[in-house]
């Protein structure tokens, strides 16, 4: 079983920065795929990132196409965190996100463990 909790939304001016933090806690994280999703209003929910469980040592990283080349993900084993850097923000952005955790690579909804989700709003 693995709880996560996200931190670190807001809002934020387009061109802006923000960067997602998720708290796993449960036992074997390094063992866990980490990812995120995002549901803007009105919108289905959308796949934004993915890391393999190995981190920075094999970075097979993966990425929806509107976040590539904007969007990092990373994480910390060692701590059980889990962290999503935002760059260059637009409206578009603005959605609730959600951390996830599974045991194969997270590409579709949903994922074996999520959080509740944290707001980001990126004003024009």
């Known amino acids: 079983q693995v709880q996560l909790v996200e931190s670190g939304g807001g809002l934020v001016q387009a061109g802006g920065s923000l960067r997602l933090s998720c708290a796993a806690s449960g036992r074997a994280f390094s063992s866990y795929f980490m990812g995120w999703f995002r549901q803007a209003p009105g919108k289905e929910r959308e796949f934004v990132a993915c890391?393999?469980?190995?981190?920075?040592?094999?970075?097979?990283?993966y990425y929806g196409d509107s976040v590539k080349g904007r969007f990092t993900i990373s994480r910390d084993n060692a701590k059980n965190m889990v962290y999503l850097q935002m760059n260059s923000l637009n409206p578009e952005d603005t959605a609730v996100y959600y951390c996830a955790a599974d045991r194969q690579v997270i590409r579709a909804w949903p994922p074996a463990y999520r959080g509740q989700g944290t707001q980001v709003t990126v004003s024009s």
């Open positions: 890391m393999n469980r190995l981190g920075p040592y094999a970075p097979d990283t």
